[in-house]
Nanobody, 124 residues
Framework: QVQLVESGGGLVQAGDSLRLSCTTS????????MGWFRQAPGKEREFVAA???????YYADSVKGRFTISRGNVRNTIYLQMDTLKPEDTAVYYC??????????????????WGQGTQVTISS
């Protein structure tokens, strides 16, 4: 079982930035597509961003140009840099690991492993 641990959430004001981290001790981490999803109260888990083993990145339209997903220099870590945050970005953010084909990386059902989530709250 791959264990993922998210960190970096918090309470900030609209327009501020946050950087989320997702780490694992799993040695095969680099062979997974890694994704960030979020879930607001009463809503389904939604795709935010993903990075493939090729380092190609993909974003939801709602965050494109404001969020950046990356693999860190620190082994087995990915980041989600979130800039120009909006109140509607408020949610629990989860990182996940997937072996899905490209056409399926936005589907949370295709992710095999998940972290426990980190709360992000944006005040207006």
């Amino acid at each position: 079982q791959v264990q993922l641990v998210e960190s970096g959430g918090g309470l900030v004001q609209a327009g501020d930035s946050l950087r989320l981290s997702c780490t694992t001790s799993e040695s095969s981490f680099g062979t997974y597509t890694m994704g960030w999803f979020r879930q607001a109260p009463g809503k389904e888990r939604e795709f935010v961003a993903a990075i493939r083993t090729s380092s190609h990145t993909y974003y939801a339209d709602s965050v494109k140009g404001r969020f950046t997903i990356s693999r860190g220099n620190v082994r087995n870590t990915i980041y989600l840099q979130m800039d120009t945050l909006k109140p509607e970005d408020t949610a629990v953010y989860y990182c996940g690991a997937s072996r899905a084909v490209l056409s399926a990386i936005r589907d949370p059902r295709m992710y095999l492993h998940w972290g426990q989530g980190t709360q992000v709250t944006i005040s207006s």
